[in-house]
């Protein structure tokens, strides 16, 4: 099995942003042109990073993970306001933080096939003693159809479809949802769910880079937008 699963209980995680821009001396100049813009300027950045910015990460997500916006949303963000400042050229405000948290997700969030245990039988057909049942006609043999093996997969990274290991089968869980367990030991029972990565561990995982040079460069194209409109 891919090592992008585990059974077990959820794990609580969390993870956030807090706001950033680039080109400091830039801005700062921008800043010197202004009176009492520049904080004003400021102040409407920070506005647009706790409206704007949880639409960046989404799409940061989604570019390296297979899993689905309701996800991504039910995690965060939670806004905090005064959690972190800026100060550009002797400026100061209040900032903000975006923090995500949840717990780590089953693979139904990530396109699992699939999505419910098949219904259908094995087209082939197996021959047996007919001793080992009671057939019709003391027949020799009988036929029987055995169950059909099926594996279930998610797209957890993009680009890829995982494989949850030989055994795993789709049952309803809590809630009446349909979802991958496999047997922890050596019996029919214990079973436990199957789980995968959480929002905020794809946060701090492979599309932490993405997001953060998507961040820089809308805040500070929102940043010199604001001083634009502040200097007419």
């Known amino acids: 099995m891919s090592d992008l699963f585990y059974t077990g209980a959820a794990r609580r995680t969390s993870g956030g942003f807090s706001v950033t821009m680039r080109d400091g001396a830039k801005l700062a100049k921008q800043l010197q042109k202004l009176k009492n813009g520049g904080e004003t300027a400021i102040k409407r950045t920070v506005s647009d990073f706790t409206s704007r910015a949880p639409a960046w990460v989404s799409k940061g997500i989604r570019q390296h993970y297979g899993v689905d916006t ?46 419910s245990r098949p219904s259908g039988q094995q087209a082939k057909q197996l021959r047996v003693p007919g001793q080992a049942i009671a057939t019709a006609g003391g027949s020799p043999v009988a036929m029987v159809r055995p169950p059909k093996r099926y594996t279930v997969k ?54 932490k880079e993405t997001i953060e040079e998507t961040i820089s460069t809308k805040l500070t194209e929102r940043f010199e937008h604001h001083v634009k409109q502040a200097m007419k």
């Open 70 to 115: 309701a996800a991504i949303k039910d995690a965060g963000p939670k806004t905090k306001k005064g959690a972190t400042s800026i100060r550009v050229s002797g400026v100061s405000i209040d900032g903000a933080t975006l923090e995500y948290k949840g717990r780590t997700l089953t693979p139904t969030h990530f396109k699992m096939s699939p999505k």
């Open 154 to 207: 998610a797209t957890i990274l993009k680009g890829g479809r995982a494989s949850m290991k030989p055994g795993t089968f789709i049952a309803s869980g809590n809630g009446g949802a349909s979802l991958p367990f496999q047997r922890t030991g050596e019996g029919r029972t214990p079973i436990e769910a199957v789980r995968t990565l959480s929002v905020p561990q794809m946060i701090s995982g492979k599309a």
